[in-house]
């Protein structure tokens, strides 16, 4: 099946620096998401992506689409402590048959912010 | 606050029971996703249904079984459970059948505790 490999699993940053994370697969996607969790609670959509080579932002975050289709990266600016979390990329891939929209979901990068 | 709302938040049960976990979709979406998160696996697919019928399907055991209701509400059940069953069960839901721009939005989640 599809997988995506997502780093790094884990940060410590200090408040105000820049974060980084990415994610590759193996396989081509239609669409890239990406997903905040905090600690009990369920994912929360951060951004989407559908074209290749797009390049989104919300707010301190940007996350763009890789022309290959196989990659994500998610910047986050200026951190802040609410930006403590579990973040998880995920892939959607082309339609081919019952279940092929399904969404396949990094391990997730687990981000500490330092005061 | 998603919309999507799941009951029970916990629940604890002994190896050999059955529970069912109940998810209510956001107004409008007619797809329900039903997702296991556990330390080691991450977030896996189960099973997705569609205006009352079964869409895709994922990993789920023939342990599981789900189901879509008229009123688009979903139960996921979950029978003869074992200690590795334990894990975060998450319900989402999309407008549409997925793909192209259909969003999924997860709800907070049932912690299921297998003793």
């Known amino acids: 099946g599809q997988q995506l490999n997502q780093s790094p699993q884990s940060m410590f940053i200090q408040e105000g620096e820049d974060v980084s994370m990415n994610c590759t697969s193996s396989s081509i996607f239609n669409t890239w998401l990406w997903y905040k969790q905090d600690p009990g609670e369920g994912p929360v959509l951060l951004i989407a992506?559908?074209?290749?080579?797009e390049l989104t932002s919300n707010g301190r975050l940007t996350a763009q689409f890789g022309i290959t289709r196989k990659d994500s990266f998610l910047n986050i600016s200026a951190s802040i402590p609410s930006d403590v979390g579990i973040y998880f990329c995920?892939?959607?891939?082309?339609?081919?048959?019952?279940?092929?929209?399904?969404?396949?979901f990094g391990k997730g990068t687990k981000l500490s912010v330092i005061p | 606050d998603s919309g999507v709302t799941q009951t029970p938040k916990h629940l604890i049960t002994a190896t050999g029971q059955r529970v069912t976990l109940r998810c209510s979709p956001r107004?409008?979406?007619?797809?329900v996703y039903w997702y296991q998160q556990s330390l080691d696996q991450g977030l896996q697919f189960l099973i997705q249904y569609y205006n009352g019928e079964e869409r895709a399907k994922g990993n789920i055991l023939e342990r599981f079984s789900a189901q879509q209701f008229p009123d688009l509400h979903s139960e996921l059940n979950l029978s003869s459970l074992e200690l590795g069953d334990s894990a975060l069960y998450f319900c989402?839901?999309?407008?549409?059948?997925?793909?192209?721009?259909?969003?999924?939005?997860f709800g907070p989640g049932t912690r299921l505790t297998v003793l």
């Open positions: 992506l559908y074209k290749a080579g």
């Open positions: 995920a892939g959607q891939g082309a339609y081919s048959g019952a279940g092929s929209y399904q969404l396949t």
């Open positions: 107004s409008g979406d007619l797809s």
């Open positions: 989402a839901s999309s407008v549409e059948a997925g793909g192209g721009t259909d969003t999924q939005y």
